[in-house]
């Protein structure tokens, strides 16, 4: 919010001084309105290891966080460019492999991946788009650049907030829009619905589309009713679909109705007890196969997990320049391989100075943060990495850019990263702005909800006034 002189960055200004003028009461007064209409509206998140119960109302800053129309047409090229070649990479590792076959990346590290599903290599999927719905997380460091951080190619979390933030803020704090031109997010549902339409059977004219979700105890369950309702489409279960010579139905009131798309909330696993995990109570048994026929379309596609391994994501820019011939737009956080000799030994010898993360890790859990670490978590760590070195990367400390959260009648700084949501469909589309995740624990860097972290709303211009250097 705040340039180095002290003085507000142009993008805030006018921000700066409504917050001024409201004064520290009157913002504790609308603050307190917005968290009740997050109770009221049921906009929750769950936390599986709380002992308090797994229900929480989302944290929420009522300070947004201003990007400028200058620097989101960057963002949103830099998206677009890396959720294409990520799509045309699980197409190809899936199908020809040309880019392992021609070495352009290490196949042991694609191959060797937990998340690479061999069951689907063959399988088309409509139109070869893989990866329907991402969510990309970006930081941005003390000198202002942007850097992708983590790609979310299976179920990403959190586009339902976004939308709920936007229609809070807009109820709590409307005189902060006033004057400003801000880009609608409410655009996202009507979008995300288009897209699975699209990618029906052939033949299907008015398709079925379902949101599978697995059940009322998982974390986004929130986002699953939200999405559904929002949609106007059906949230089902797995109990509540059936399948019948590789076709799927859902059990209605009136018999078996056919059902053309599922927009799944649940990992490959549990997707089918048949194809995984046999114990699955979630999933639907044959629905694979009925995928595999090409009689209903599932998204994201299976084995997406492969793009999303943390070792993996070390090589995009690398599959940028293989399949469209183009520097990243986006540049990735320096990352150290653990399954690499020279790198894992610079990773054991400055564990105290980097952020170590399992490959297959979320949600903030399974991390060392190496300056806030004790001598026994390292050794631990170390254990750990020798033990299994392809489970581990490591990068360097990124410095998250900060802005203020009101808390306690003061605002205070506080880290924050961006989860900008990319649709692929007919063509790519990015929603402006984004879920913007603040580490409200003081001091912290880990900005997810299930360690403490809350969210703001994300305010992308739709034309810029000033010079750029927002927030």
């Known amino acids: 919010m705040l340039a180095p002189s002290g003085q507000p960055r142009p993008a805030f200004r006018r921000i700066y001084d409504r917050l001024n003028k409201l004064g520290p009461a009157e913002l504790e007064r609308r603050h307190d309105l917005a968290l009740e209409m997050f109770r009221n509206h049921g906009i929750t998140f769950a936390v599986y290891p709380d002992e308090q119960g797994i229900e929480k109302v989302f944290p929420f800053d009522i300070i947004p966080r201003v990007i400028s129309a200058r620097t989101w047409k960057r963002l949103e090229a830099g998206l677009k460019q890396r959720i294409h070649a990520l799509n045309l990479f699980l197409d190809d590792v899936y199908g020809r492999k040309l880019i392992l076959r021609q070495r352009a990346i290490p196949p042991e ?52 907030y976004v939308l709920a933030n936007r229609h809070v803020m807009k109820r709590v704090l409307p005189d902060l829009f006033a004057g400003y031109p801000v880009r609608p997010v409410e655009g996202y549902v009507h979008e995300l619905l288009r897209h699975l339409r699209w990618l029906a059977p052939d ?36 109990t509540d679909m059936v399948v019948d010579q ?23 696993e549990w997707l089918d007890p048949i194809f ?48 469209l011939g183009e520097d990243p737009i986006l540049p990735n956080v ?33 991390m060392l943060i190496g300056p806030e670490s004790t001598r026994e978590q390292r050794d631990d760590f170390r254990q750990r990495i020798a033990a299994r070195p392809r489970s ?80």
């Open 109 to 160: 590290t694609v191959l060797s991946s937990p998340q690479y599903a061999r069951e689907v290599e063959g399988l088309p999927v409509p139109h070869g788009i893989h990866c329907h719905i991402a969510g990309i997380d970006l930081v941005r460091d003390h000198k202002g650049e942007f850097f992708v951080l983590e790609d979310n190619l299976r179920t990403p979390s959190g586009a339902s």
């Open 203 to 238: 033949g299907v004219d008015d398709p079925t589309v379902v949101l599978l979700t697995p059940g009322i105890n998982n974390s986004a369950y929130y986002e699953h009713l939200y999405l559904a309702k929002q949609m106007g489409i059906e949230l089902v279960e797995g």
């Open 246 to 268: 590789d076709h799927v139905f859902m059990r209605t009131t009136r018999g078996l109705k056919p059902v053309h798309v599922i927009y799944r909330r649940l990992d490959d």
């Open 276 to 323: 995984g995990r046999q114990e699955s109570l979630v999933g639907v048994a044959g629905l694979v196969s009925a995928y595999r026929a090409g009689n209903v379309a599932i998204a994201n596609a299976l084995g997406n997990g492969v793009a999303d391994d943390k070792a993996v994501y070390a090589l995009v820019p690398k599959i940028i320049r293989y399949y």
């Open 334 to 366: 320096q990352t150290y391989l653990c399954a690499v000799e020279e790198d894992r030994r610079y990773v054991l010898e400055h564990l105290d100075q980097l952020v170590v993360k399992t490959v297959d890790g979320s949600g903030g859990y399974g």
């Open 392 to 471: 581990f990367i490591a990068q360097p400390v990124v410095a998250l850019s900060v802005q203020p959260v009101f808390e306690g009648g003061r605002l205070r700084r506080a880290h924050q990263d961006l989860r900008p949501f990319v649709l692929t469909g007919p063509e790519i589309h990015v929603t402006p702005g984004g879920l913007t995740r603040v580490a409200l624990k003081e001091g912290s860097l880990v900005v997810n909800s299930s360690q403490g972290g809350g969210s703001r709303d994300t305010w992308v211009m739709a034309e810029d006034e000033d010079d750029g250097s927002d927030a």
